[in-house]
């Protein structure tokens, strides 16, 4: 019946709109980063979606639970290199809210999603277009041709290159994840699951 | 001890649901407004359009408000479970001290805590493996120990600490009922 020792923030379950975004967003990257074709309506459509869960969090961010919160993980550099230090020593270490190193994990992930999905968008406009929107856009906008084709390429070189550091950072972030989680001696996806420890004993 | 409690359940079931509900408006926004962000650079403004932005505000407006409501549901939710492990807590820290003040042997405290969780005699022993005789001379123990008559009398050890413990305002002897305090 001991349920005690079980206080510290990192057992607890994240809030749903937490893993709902996670998840979702995890989801969205994978398929759009391994699975769909480039430039097609699915991928198009995926990649509004993953934006407005990334949306959805950072809005949670500001308004959400305190755990879930951007005050409850401000990026520091120090306290990233404190926790580097931790993770060397082989040291566990419960924080409340995310790990500074998971933390500045979250930043950057996001900054790289948004930055995916802004120039995504930038290339692909409306999501319900059959056919990407500049192919469509063509005659009628008293543009140069070349001039936007120009302009799309480095829009897809910098959707590539971010999309691509994006995949291994979230595998980074999974290592991280899993190294946390044999210190720790738990598993800690489970909070991101939403299921509690089972069993009390 | 295994798993949240029904009602537990039930109000993380509610706020999933919400959570649901607010990623599925974002959704919604975030297509409308690629929509008429994209239609308003390729065509203008006009009326259409103009509504799918509004549509689109009001999605995204929709969606802070409800995450607000969100939170507050949420923060509720660990409160009353906070509250709720911390009485458990107590109590069970309270028993513990009590039995130890007693001097209650391992096999006696086990068999008084069942006595206290509502197992009769018969379920201690069938729990236990033991005799019902066997049971039943250490209830009596435990009885002797702690100056009390009977089960009822045990319990009520317990939840009268509980109800003279830490609550605000003088606590009343017993003299009088506590009928109409505070609405």
Do not use: C
């Not at chain 2, 607010?22 to 975030?30: F, K, R, S, T």
């Not at chain 2, 413990?165 to 017993?174: L, N, R």
């Amino acid at each position: 019946m001991s349920e005690t020792g079980s206080g510290g923030g990192a057992d607890r379950p994240w809030d749903p709109i937490v893993r709902l975004t996670h998840w979702g967003i995890a989801v969205a990257v994978l398929l759009n980063g391994l699975v769909t074709e480039d430039g097609g309506q699915v991928h198009v459509w995926i990649g509004y979606a993953a934006l407005a869960l990334l949306a959805l969090r950072l809005v949670w961010g500001v308004v959400g639970t305190r755990r879930a919160r951007f005050t409850a993980f401000p990026p520091s550099l120090s306290a990233a290199r404190e926790h580097l230090g931790e993770l060397v020593g082989l040291r566990y270490r419960d924080y409340p809210s995310h790990n500074p190193l998971g933390s500045l994990m979250a930043y950057a992930l996001w900054g790289l999603l948004a930055v995916v999905t802004l120039t995504g968008i930038g290339m692909a406009g409306s999501p319900f277009d059959e056919r990407p929107a500049f192919v469509q856009a063509e005659g009628q906008l008293d543009r140069d041709d070349d001039e936007r084709e120009e302009e799309n390429e480095v829009l897809e070189e910098i959707h590539e290159v971010a999309a691509n550091l994006m995949l291994v950072l979230a595998a980074l972030h999974v290592g991280g994840v899993a190294l946390e989680s044999s210190l720790a001696g738990r598993n800690l996806v489970r909070p991101m699951l939403g299921t509690r420890r089972g069993g009390g004993r | 001890m295994t798993g949240p409690e029904p009602g537990e359940r039930r109000g993380g079931a509610r706020s999933t649901a919400l959570a649901v509900v607010l990623v599925l408006q974002a959704l919604a926004a975030a297509f409308f407004a690629g929509d008429a962000v994209a239609d308003i650079t390729l065509a203008g403004l006009d009326l259409h359009v103009a509504m799918e932005a509004v549509i689109a505000l009001a999605l995204a407006a929709g969606v802070v408000f409800g995450a607000r409501e969100m939170r507050r549901m949420v923060e509720q939710a660990d409160r009353s479970e906070a509250a709720l492990m911390a009485a458990r807590g107590a109590l069970g820290e309270l028993i513990e001290a009590r039995f130890a003040h007693w001097g209650l042997t391992p096999a006696e405290a086990s068999v008084a805590l069942m006595a206290l969780k509502g197992f009769d005699v018969a379920a201690i022993a069938g729990l236990r493996g033991a005799a019902l005789g066997t049971v039943r001379a250490q209830l009596a123990h435990v009885y002797a120990k702690a100056g009390v008559a009977s089960r009822a009398e045990l319990l009520a050890v317990f939840i009268d600490d509980l109800l003279e413990g830490p609550v605000d305002g003088p606590a009343a002897g017993g003299d009088e009922l506590p009928a109409a305090r505070e609405g």
